[in-house]
């Protein structure tokens, strides 16, 4: 395989790895729940845990890529937050590729992701989170593509419900956006062992989502099963490209979108996604990640389901009751 | 050995504190149906969440089409179902706010409306 495709190759290895690690958070913003997505990340700070994520891909090109990966999320205070991430890979080779010799297997990198929220504003429905994603060099097998350099990769995150369209939009006010955009940083430059450069990546990703029960719940009742209204059909996009350091690498954007739905329930949510590669550097074939995502903060909300430090905001009534009124109500 | 250790304390660590197992009140329906027409002024509005509620700090008010309250009194709540009287009269489009405190001290809130006459 030419040098150039491996490195077109790594690069779209890596954006399918890295989601892996960092889908991780329980996400209401006045009457919008943003779920915890399968490729990007929601934009809240949370006390969760995804685990286990499995993934097939075909990015990898060694072979077909199989991981079983996991996350914790864990809020120190009621605004910062951190994710600790691990993800075992096997790859296989292919059979038709003529090589003979057993699957590599091991863990990639460990990620770790600090993340602050820096705003939750609940009549818009937005939601704006700053963090910072590290992949620890030399921590995995290299045997499954684990680089022996460390990345940083500062991320913003955003999230906006449409909720706020008039009424006469309908089912248009379900709808809601995520997206994060972030620029990876390697502590190297060269890799001395292939002897090419390695380049600092922009790397984004973006979710469609339709939430059946933000439908129920603040558009329409349609007095469909209850199955149906836990539903939230997805489409989420994942990209990189390098943007410096790229000498003698081509400039091409590597990234998958993957269609899928999320089952979401009061302490947990399954989701499931395909994975379309956007061209032949991205992968060769479909593949498939499912995730189980389990909500700490409403299973031990006492318990290590809340921030380490400080308290969590007092509760208050944004209106009082008719007779004696309090605050005015939303909106006003 | 040294596996079951570990799991033990993980167990133990996910578990230390914990009293009760519950979660964010979501709004699961209401009466007048969200986002649906009634021939006729409901005296009431029932709202049914996913999990029980604080009575204290939770609340609901409801307007009609000039922005006036047409909530009447103080919501009562039992359980996960809050309900408020109202004194809707005429025809038009009303709009319905809720904050709610589920027991765990989750706090949710939404709006939606519902239509009286066609």
């Known amino acids: 395989m030419p040098t150039r495709m491996v490195r077109a190759a790594l690069a779209g290895l890596a954006i399918a790895i890295v989601p892996l690690a960092n889908a991780n958070a329980h996400c209401f913003v006045g009457g919008r729940f943003f779920p915890a997505m399968l490729a990007t990340d929601d934009p809240c700070v949370a006390d969760e845990m995804s685990s286990p994520t499995v993934q097939w891909n075909s990015a990898n090109p060694n072979g077909r890529e199989h991981d079983v990966g996991g996350d914790f999320a864990k809020r120190i205070t009621e605004n910062f937050g951190i994710t600790v991430s691990s993800t075992w890979t096997r790859v296989r080779p292919p059979a038709d590729s003529g090589t003979v010799g057993p699957s590599a297997y091991g863990f990639q990198n460990l990620v770790t992701t600090a993340q602050f929220q820096v705003l939750k504003d609940a009549p818009s429905e937005l939601a704006l989170l700053a963090g910072a994603i590290f992949s620890w060099g030399n921590s995995g097998a290299a045997g499954v593509g684990a680089v022996p350099w460390s990345t940083i990769t500062p991320t913003f995150y955003f999230g906006k419900g449409f909720g706020g369209l008039p009424d006469s939009a309908g089912f248009m006010r379900a709808f809601a956006v995520t997206g994060q955009v972030g620029y990876e940083i390697p502590t190297t430059s060269f890799d001395l062992v292939s002897g090419n450069p390695v380049p600092q990546n922009l790397v984004w990703g973006t979710s469609l989502q339709f939430s059946m029960p933000y439908l129920r719940s603040s558009v329409i009742d349609l007095g469909l099963p209850d199955f149906i209204n836990h539903l939230i059909p997805i489409v989420e996009g994942q990209f990189a490209a390098p943007v410096a350091n790229k000498s003698g690498i081509d400039f091409v954007i590597t990234g998958t979108v993957n269609p899928g739905v999320i089952w979401v329930g009061n302490y947990f949510q399954v989701g499931v996604e395909a994975i379309v590669p956007v061209n032949r550097a991205s992968g060769t074939s479909i593949g498939a990640i499912a995730q189980l995502h389990l909500y700490l903060d409403d299973m031990f909300p006492r318990g290590i389901g809340r921030p380490l430090l400080g308290n969590a905001a007092p509760p208050m009534l944004p209106f009082g009751n008719a007779s004696t009124p309090g605050r005015p109500p939303f909106g006003n | ?118």
């Open chain 2, 1 to 118: 050995m040294r596996n079951i250790s570990i799991i033990a304390s993980v167990a133990a660590f996910l578990l230390l504190g914990t009293v009760a197992v519950t979660a964010h009140a979501y709004l699961d329906r209401a009466e007048p149906r969200v986002g649906n027409a009634v021939r006729t002024a409901p005296r009431e509005l029932t709202l049914w969440f996913t999990q029980n509620l604080e009575p204290a700090f939770s609340t609901v008010a409801v307007t009609d089409e000039s922005g006036q309250r047409v909530d009447a009194g103080k919501p009562s709540v039992s359980g996960s179902v809050m309900r408020v009287p109202l004194r809707a009269t005429r025809p038009g489009t009303y709009r319905v706010m809720w904050h709610v405190l589920s027991v765990d001290t989750h706090t949710t809130e939404g709006n939606f409306s519902f239509r009286v006459g066609e």
